[in-house]
Nanobody
Framework: QILLAESGGGLVQPGGSLRLSCAVT????????MNWYRQPPGKERTLVAK???????TYADSVKGRFTISRDWRNNRIYLQMNSLKPEDTAAYFC?????????WGRGTQVTVSS
């Protein structure tokens, strides 16, 4: 069984930083894509960052240069380091693993950027 559990969200002022973590069980984070998505209130869920099995990373234009996705194969976790946060980054953030033609999601962690 593949399970994903996000943590690390919270309230932060504009310009601040947060690091999100996703604990993964049932599949190695080093094999296949691992993704972070976000969903602002009343809007669709969109891809924020991706790390492939080979370690290649991809980012949404809106977060390039500010967010960094990484993985820890020893602890089977992925991370999203978010710097220079803006109010428009406010959203629920979800960890996602496409595996065996299925999509696996965590429950999400809320990030609120506000002064």
């Amino acid at each position: 069984q593949i399970l994903l559990a996000e943590s690390g969200g919270g309230l932060v002022q504009p310009g601040g930083s947060l690091r999100l973590s996703c604990a993964v069980t049932g599949t190695p984070v080093s094999i296949g894509d691992m993704n972070w998505y976000r969903q602002p209130p009343g809007k669709e869920r969109t891809l924020v960052a991706k790390i492939s099995g080979s370690g290649d990373t991809t980012y949404a234009d809106s977060v390039k240069g500010r967010f960094t996705i990484s993985r820890d194969w020893r602890n089977n976790r992925i991370y999203l380091q978010m710097n220079s946060l803006k109010p428009e980054d406010t959203a629920a953030y979800f960890c996602h693993a496409p595996r065996r033609q299925r999509d696996y999601w965590g429950r999400g962690t809320q990030v609120t950027v506000s002064s």
